[in-house]
Structures are given as structure tokens and as C-alpha cells.
């Protein structure tokens, strides 16, 4: 607007955007703000706004961001949601499967493992100690 009838609009005045992203100084997610250009009658011009958290804070959620924002990242987590880890034995005839992350903590389930077994007369390692038939008869 021409606010002093000079016949330019906004003249003096820079070409602002109405918002800009910024730093609340917060830790974690709260540290994303917003703060936005007003007018300012008590100066005659626009002032940018304090910044405005944009993000508030929640509960941990077990996803490497500090969502409580108090500057520690999933406290309270032994892992990350969806995270993967290899569980199992790959001795003998045991194979290793994967465990997953849910809710921070990883799943009980170790999906894909053969796990050991009794030992059996089959020269193999059933039980995954690394010696095949022990604790058989040897019958020759």
C-alpha cells in the first residue's frame, strides 16, 4: 500500500517474504520456528516476529530424533524403530536370523534362525558347540 500517499507503494521498504524459517534455540525437533514480518505502527515499518516453534514436543518415539525436546536423542530406547540386527548362532548347524526394533526395543522373535537342536547321530553339529556328535556312543 501507499501508506504516505507519495505514489509508490512500499517505497523504503525491502522485498520480504511474509515468513521465513528459523532457529527457536531449542534442542531436538523444537528447534524448527517460523517467524513472520508484521507491521509495526509504534516504528512506522515492519518488524520480523519473535520465532515461533512450529514443532512441539512429544513423548520419545524411538526414531533417532530428540521428540521431548530436552537435548537427548531417544533416551529410554535401545534402538531405533525398524532397525534390524542379526540374532542366532552361525555354528554348527545354526544359521542366524534378524531381530527387528519395535516400540524402542528390539523384538523377541529372531526371524529366519535355525536354532540348535539335540545332537543326533548324523555327523553334523545339531547343537551349534562346534563338535560334531558329541555326547553319542561312538559304536564302531
Known amino acids: 500500500m501507499d501508506n504516505n500517499c507519495d505514489g509508490v507503494v512500499n517505497n523504503g521498504l525491502p522485498n520480504l517474504n511474509l515468513?521465513?524459517?528459523?532457529?527457536?534455540?531449542?534442542?531436538?525437533?523444537?528447534?524448527?520456528?517460523?517467524k513472520y514480518i508484521y507491521c509495526n505502527a509504534s516504528v512506522s515499518s515492519y518488524t520480523w516476529s519473535s520465532c515461533s516453534q512450529t514443532v512441539g514436543?512429544?513423548?520419545?518415539?524411538?526414531?533417532?530424533?530428540?521428540?521431548?525436546?530436552?537435548?537427548?536423542?531417544?533416551?529410554?530406547?535401545?534402538?531405533?524403530?525398524?532397525?534390524?540386527?542379526?540374532?542366532?548362532s552361525n555354528i554348527g548347524e545354526c544359521k542366524t536370523g534378524t531381530q527387528t526394533c519395535v516400540n524402542g526395543v528390539w523384538g523377541a522373535a529372531c526371524?529366519?534362525?535355525v536354532a540348535l537342536a539335540n545332537e543326533t547321530c548324523?555327523?553334523?553339529?545339531?547343537?551349534?558347540?562346534?563338535?560334531?556328535n558329541d555326547g553319542l556312543p561312538n559304536i564302531n
Open 57 to 88: 514436543s512429544s513423548n520419545e518415539i524411538c526414531d533417532g530424533l530428540d521428540n521431548d525436546c530436552d537435548g537427548v536423542v531417544d533416551e529410554g530406547c535401545s534402538c531405533v524403530n525398524g532397525a534390524n540386527k542379526s540374532c542366532g
Open 19 to 34: 515468513s521465513t524459517p528459523c532457529s527457536t534455540g531449542l534442542p531436538g525437533v523444537c528447534s524448527a520456528g517460523t
Open 122 to 132: 548324523d555327523s553334523k553339529d545339531n547343537n551349534c558347540n562346534g563338535i560334531v
Open 111 to 113: 526371524v529366519g534362525e
